[in-house]
């Protein structure tokens, strides 16, 4: 490439907490030689998702960015991956990748069954939904809801609802494997996987790889 | 209940023909002792949903629109069901029917094994999408494209392709009964279904049908 | 129409109370300028419907019955669904509606996940199976039973038993709609709706407001 | 056993020449050292399954049958399997096989894919909804119909329609193991696994054969 | 058949005291007129199938064994169904039959629902693997372990422990009927089986059934 | 890291050409910062992978290669993904990723529907195994054998049956993204894509990209 790609990882949601830990999450795969990696917030989203309207209402503002913005990657980095199709539509061909999508994909690999850390009830039933569209449910354990805001998923005292719903979704619900179903709980990665002694997929992380993978792929 | 229940029906695509052949197809549904059902168009939609952006471009109007709109129950009148979860949490508990849904659960009871009558590639794949989503896929024998916009499908010439389509269905996919996957479509549903010799079904009524029954049981 | 138009509505069992129940709870749906709607008892029928032979036992006296009544319609409102296919080919393409097919059917369009009040283990078995041959499998919580009879559901004592059931489909299946099991539950659909705070769907109600369209748009 | 045991295999339609076919089919199940294994028909039987009100007619017949007959096992040897779980009540305990149950399940065993010939459009449907009633529809490729009686299939002509349609299944749904879906087409096995060269299940055998093991291990 | 058929029952793991259960269990089966049934144990095995290396390492000397060996028919008498398609490449035709895959299968006829007591979390992976290969998932209930040795599964001792996790697989998964897990479970079914009063399938009887049947039925 | 990670991709095949393909395709993934990436045969493989023992072979050797080697994470480059579950239980926690695994999660973010080109019949039956035990045959079009040994696949000669492969699971089986399902068919992945104009996912390079990720976040 004459120039340094870029891969823009756009959090719909205007909360700076969520959007400073998908950054510091990425840091790993931040390298010389690869794409840069910006991350940026929807100024004009709702603070969290968690009404499917919050969901929708961001759809059409990132579909316009993308289509106004000369990056050559995109990730959404929302666990409802809001708008995935019409964002693709928008990106003319250039990569879009979803985190949820790619955060149960991997998961898939890790376990036989997958349960998802969710933020509230409403959140489970969208998981559902997705789960079912993406047509992976007969390897899905169930989620559990921490019943907080995106943008309170980052703070430390989030960590013991996070393990104490990774371990109910491997003890109650058969889960051999856990998905962090919100942007906003990268820094908990690690923590709730050694607490629960199961791999924890953090799916941005997963999401803005996979975006790297496809351009240096894109030309071969 | 002291004045008569209203049911909206919004077509969100902005044709009139569509709208027209709406009406048209809900005649037999208007009761004196029923509600009033009342068809209207988007104005500011596309003049038909194509892509999944168009889809999405109407999720917030539609729900700002049953937001302020004081009727009893909605039906949204396009097959893609633009918006339904979210026009459901702005309907505060009304009934919100989508057709697509309804078309789709009435095939169930007509057959063993649906198909849907598309609009284009792209509503198949949206079809695709959905009928996971809806968790019927086991039920499903496919969907054949026509080529059309919506605002064409009311037109008499469109009735020949419709039933090719539906012929296709049936002999190749081994449908048994046959969805039509627009509301435009509604004027052509009796002779696809003679045509095929299986049952056609018309999915805006279904949908409105349904609504009536909900307002009827809300109090029971 | 010249002359009203009828549905029958069937309870293969002989249980008087259990049709009082059916008959009360259809009341929403008869109006005016609507079809006349009938219910009746099979006198030959068991006092419930119980087990297996049971439910196959009243599927031809159901065929014979249908076939010489001039009904326009036709609802089995057992929920095992006793004979429905064999009674849609004595109906000669006049429609015929089964309980527990709508019931699930409604079900799904006010939840991700539905689960059914069962009358007893066998008739969770009988459901399982049936849920599956629908298709619908992926979309089912589970079925709890309250270890009753048919003819008993319909008492005050039942309520709390019901409610129990339901409470339980919520917290430990993870449904988020409920079905009633059993047709002459009807009575009891609010109060469990109110307690559990999830919908509740009342089988028979759904399965004759279907026939109800059916017959309006018979001719469109 | 002090006594020597014995399997009812009872053809529930009244055919001669299908009973005669299904008694010649197991000739080679009948040690010396096994369970006597007698072939009879329900003479109040239909000539032969075709409608779905044929298949439930013939239920309390063979519940009847199977409780008042001393017989240690029994088979139901026509693929609609009639009254399979009635006919288990009946036999309090008794062995009671399908032969399409086993006739699929031996075919799970032989390929990936099965597909199944049918009699009629009719009992494709049939077939369709037990094929999902068993949870087994991941692995069916499909079924094609030869249009006849089951009164028919035994004879000579019936072979070469018999191949047509096993070699459409294999051809053209990507079927590799093919079941006979009629008790009467036995006689053809053979002749119809030769010319398409996959596997080819005769499923009153597999059924009888289950039904003998079951005696040999019912005191272990 | 000119000389007496044989078929052998090869235990891959090397353990005496699973081989000699095996042997036991399979004496209902010895008919004078019948195939003989011999029970042998792969030497070089693993002395119990923990790992999945474990069950891997043990397929080629099966298909070798099975190469060389002039039986006309073999079982594969562990429940990973280890190397189960390679063996019957190796097979050159006559019949080969996994434990597990007949084990399942019987259970499929038996409720609708089916629990497997597993040895160990790592068995539980490989057989909710195997299940969804087998394409039965929507019948499975799931497995419960109770951390043991294939070695030790056999001893007197371990009653109790299938009996509590045979019990809580019908309490807590809704299991209606249970399969052993390993071959050396056998001579313990029919104390779960009382114990927990729901049909216990022992699989390796299953899979030798039906290899005799296979062989009366293989020139017909 | 104080050295430089090290992938190691090894082809189970002993073919020269499939492994060279293999290379040339991983150029585009070879970062100066990122790990290194060598690929290496198995020279004790068979020739190609076309039975089930052929992959079944390869297990143990790989195992007990991945053991010994200090490589950081590991690549299995053959669409039967043999051995995989073993060969992490000898990885002890380092990654391992198969290229079937990540050809075809990568294809359910770029399609609705996915379709394999195989190499023969025997590798379909493979595959739809895979398929369903991933869990994701609702998502599977199906398979087309183009009649090749691994070997041959990266001839130019294969192009024109690669494009005619591609071409049929798209018309045909309605497949809207095509998964080459053997690594030596790496080189012709654009050629393909372009003529079927659907995207065409080269399951090597997906495989390794993943590997690559993880390296990168394993301490994060």
Not at 68 to 79: E, G, H, I, P, T
Not at 175 to 199: F, K, N, T, Y
């Amino acid at each position: 490439m004459s120039r340094r790609a870029r891969i823009l990882v756009i959090n719909p949601n205007s909360s700076v907490a969520v959007t400073e830990a998908i950054d510091t999450a990425l840091t790993p795969l931040r390298l010389s030689a690869g794409p840069e990696i910006v991350v940026a917030r929807l100024e004009q989203g709702p603070i969290g998702i968690a009404s499917q309207r919050d969901a929708d209402s961001v759809i059409l503002p990132l579909a316009d960015w993308v289509k106004r913005d000369d990056a050559d990657a995109f990730v959404l980095a929302c666990f409802s991956d809001p708008g995935l199709h019409t964002v693709r539509e928008a990106a003319g061909g250039r990569p879009v990748m979803g985190i949820a999508e790619w955060g149960l994909l991997r998961a898939l690999t890790m376990g036989e069954r997958f349960g998802i850390i969710a933020l509230s009830p409403a959140s489970i039933r969208r998981q559902q939904r997705y789960v079912r569209q993406m047509g992976i449910d007969g390897r899905y354990a169930g989620s559990t809801a921490v019943d907080a805001m995106a943008a309170d998923t980052a703070s430390p005292a989030m960590r013991d609802r996070l393990i104490a719903a990774g371990a109910c979704l491997v003890r109650e619900r058969g889960a051999d494997v856990v998905v962090l179903g919100c942007a906003g709980m990268a820094s908990h990665r690690r923590a709730v996987e050694e607490a629960i002694r199961r791999p924890v997929v953090e799916p941005t992380q997963q999401a803005v790889a996979v975006a790297i993978s496809a351009l240096l792929l894109k030309d071969s």
